[in-house]
């Protein structure tokens, strides 16, 4: 088991790009979470996904944002058009979730820092 | 909506100090609760966790008793050591997803 992994760990683009992260969970969990985090507070949730459907979307999350995770492993993260406020570290969590309960906890991918010039 | 709210950091310690963390939360369900840590340049790690009342959760000396009376999960250690410097941040997860405090920043010196 290597644990949650992202890709890239950094990125630098320029606004108005369009940008795209991966993360790939631990292998036997069905659950697979994108959270945003910024200097001085806690993660934020974005989106969560149970095998290949989004289960849900956090209101914050605008329309240049999507994810996807089409066969329920690895999922993807893109932003359209980036804006300066976009900066921030992108985190990815996976758990194994077990029907009716919320016990067990997420594991953390490293997370990808964004910066927006 | 659901919320937790942490003490305000930095806090500052000498080696074998006691250790006491203040989390509070708000939730419309039944959720659990965890404590996570970052260490510096790295990234969150699981510390411990507590499924329902009045359980406790316990890892590296650390402790925490889920509290509904209080909506409280406070974190403990008897004797600090310079190498549980690091962020700590409290969690609450419930319908799936978690919420997070804002974390507090803890700095042991020898």
């Known amino acids: 088991d290597t644990g949650v992994s992202q890709n890239p760990r950094h990125k630098i683009t320029k606004r108005g790009q369009n940008v795209t992260f991966r993360c790939d969970p631990i292998s036997e969990h069905n659950r697979l979470y994108w959270y945003r985090q910024t200097l001085g507070q806690g993660p934020e949730f974005l989106t969560y996904?149970?095998?290949?459907?989004?289960?849900?979307k956090s209101r914050l999350l605008s329309d240049r944002f999507s994810a996807e995770r089409p066969k329920g492993s690895f999922s993807t993260l893109e932003i359209q058009r980036t804006e300066q406020g976009d900066s921030a570290m992108y985190l990815c969590?996976?758990?194994?979730?077990?029907?009716?309960?919320?016990?067990?906890?997420?594991?953390f991918g490293p997370g990808t820092r964004l910066t927006v010039l | 909506g659901n919320s937790v709210t942490q003490m305000e950091g930095p806090v500052t310690l000498s080696e074998e100090a006691f250790l006491t963390i203040n989390c509070t939360y708000t939730?419309?369900?039944?959720?659990?609760l965890f404590w996570y840590v970052q260490y510096p340049g790295e990234g969150l790690q699981l510390l411990l966790k507590a499924t329902k009342a009045d359980d406790k959760g316990s890892n590296k000396g650390f402790e925490a008793t889920y509290r509904k009376e209080t909506t409280s999960f406070h974190l403990e250690k008897g004797s600090v050591q310079v190498s549980d410097s690091a962020v700590y941040f409290c969690a609450l997860k419930d319908a799936g997803k978690s919420t997070f405090g804002d974390g507090t920043t803890l700095t042991v010196k020898p």
């Open positions: 939730a419309t369900g039944y959720p659990s």
């Open positions: 969590a996976s758990s194994l979730a077990l029907s009716g309960t919320d016990e067990n906890p997420q594991y």
């Open positions: 996904f149970q095998n290949e459907a989004q289960l849900e």
